[in-house]
Nanobody, 123 residues
Framework: QVQLLESGGGLVQAGGSLRLSCAAS????????MGWFRQAPGKEREFVAH????????YVADSAKGRFTISRDDAKNTVYLQMTSLKPEDTAVYYC????????????????WGQGTQVTVSS
């Protein structure tokens, strides 16, 4: 089993920054893919970024490219989503997820999910 706990959400003005954290525990293989997704009210869950649990290459959705960065801290078993130049359309609940499937952006392929953290960007 894998447990994921997000934190770091909040209210920020447009143009501001936030860093989301995802603390992971349990049996996570180095081959797992760690992903960030978001879901705005009335919309489907949307892929944001992912990386291998072991580190290395990252992938960020076009909607966030150049503004969001995914990274991890080995010592803390934590994955981060650094968000800069935030826009009102980034407002959503952000979820951390994990899957043994390599390099997937489909939410249905992710097996483990955190409870989500709310990010609200005011204009």
């Amino acid at each position: 089993q894998v447990q994921l706990l997000e934190s770091g959400g909040g209210l920020v003005q447009a143009g501001g920054s936030l860093r989301l954290s995802c603390a992971a525990s349990g049996r996570i293989s180095s081959s797992y893919t760690m992903g960030w997704f978001r879901q705005a009210p009335g919309k489907e869950r949307e892929f944001v970024a992912h990386m291998r649990w072991s580190g290395g290459t990252t992938y960020v959705a076009d909607s966030a490219k150049g503004r969001f960065t995914i990274s991890r801290d080995d010592a803390k078993n934590t994955v981060y989503l650094q968000m800069t130049s935030l826009k009102p359309e980034d407002t959503a609940v952000y979820y951390c997820a994990a899957t043994p499937i390599l390099w997937t952006t489909m939410s249905s392929n992710y097996r483990y999910w955190g409870q989500g953290t709310q990010v609200t960007v005011s204009s």
